[in-house]
């Protein structure tokens, strides 16, 4: 069974611009976390879908958004990107909300903000 | 409000030898996970170790085992018969029973000496 998937794996912006990430979950996973991993915030919760709702979001500003589609791929999105943003976006899935089940991580997508 | 606590920024262990990495934490939740996951140089979050907060019975995972203490609150990795293979970041993390998000401490570098 493949992994979760996240593309690009690299991505160079600059200031003011926007980004999308998107996430791939294992096949039948149903729900995706989002986290932000910088090296002086550590890791940091972004948000959670299910079933193409959110459910739970962190203390991040409105610049970051995402999604849910049907077939549960996620997408994040960050406008007017700020210097700060840059980090590792770490994309997690598991099959149901609930840490009874194992969440998995992607390999992440590393974002540069010039 | 949740918050996890790795009061060991880095680590090293001779390889064939036994390492312990500690982890204390704080929750309000009276039901709740807690986690190890290993990242290493690839950024993979790997999951290492599971413990149910209701469970007494230290969780083991082949040279991988805990002890908890939940009255201390405490959530410490013990690594048996260390390997090169086991250098990497070590995050400690925690998650109520019905949420959605993993909170994670800053982590422990383990560096594995040959």
């Known amino acids: 069974k493949a992994g979760v998937t996240q593309t690009p794996r690299y991505l160079i912006k600059t200031r003011g611009q926007q980004v999308t990430l998107s996430c791939s979950p294992i096949s039948g996973h149903r729900s995706v976390s989002w986290y932000q991993q910088t090296p002086g915030q550590g890791l940091q919760f972004l948000f959670e879908?299910?079933?193409?709702?959110?459910?739970n979001k962190g203390n991040f500003p409105g610049r970051f958004s995402g999604r849910q589609f049907s077939n549960s791929r996620s997408e994040m999105n960050v406008s007017t990107l700020e210097l700060g943003d840059s980090a590792l976006y770490l994309c997690a899935s598991m099959i149901a909300g609930g840490f009874n089940n194992e969440q998995f991580f992607g390999p992440g997508t590393r974002l540069t903000v010039l | 409000a949740q918050t996890v606590t790795q009061s060991q920024p880095e680590m090293s262990v001779q390889e064939a030898e036994t390492v312990t990495l500690s982890c204390t934490y704080d929750?309000?939740?009276?039901?709740?996970?807690l986690f190890w996951y290993k990242q290493p140089p690839s950024r993979q979050m790997i999951l290492v170790i599971r413990q149910e907060a209701y469970k007494q019975q230290n969780a083991t995972e082949n040279r991988f085992s805990v002890n908890f203490q939940k009255a201390a609150k405490s959530f410490s990795l013990k690594i048996s018969d260390s390997q090169l293979g086991d250098a990497a970041m070590y995050f400690c993390?925690?998650?109520?029973?019905?949420?959605?998000?993993?909170?994670f401490g800053k982590g422990t570098k383990l560096s594995v000496i040959p």
């Open positions: 879908y299910f079933s193409e709702t959110q459910r």
């Open positions: 929750t309000s939740e009276s039901d709740y996970y």
């Open positions: 993390a925690i998650a109520g029973a019905g949420s959605y998000q993993l909170t």
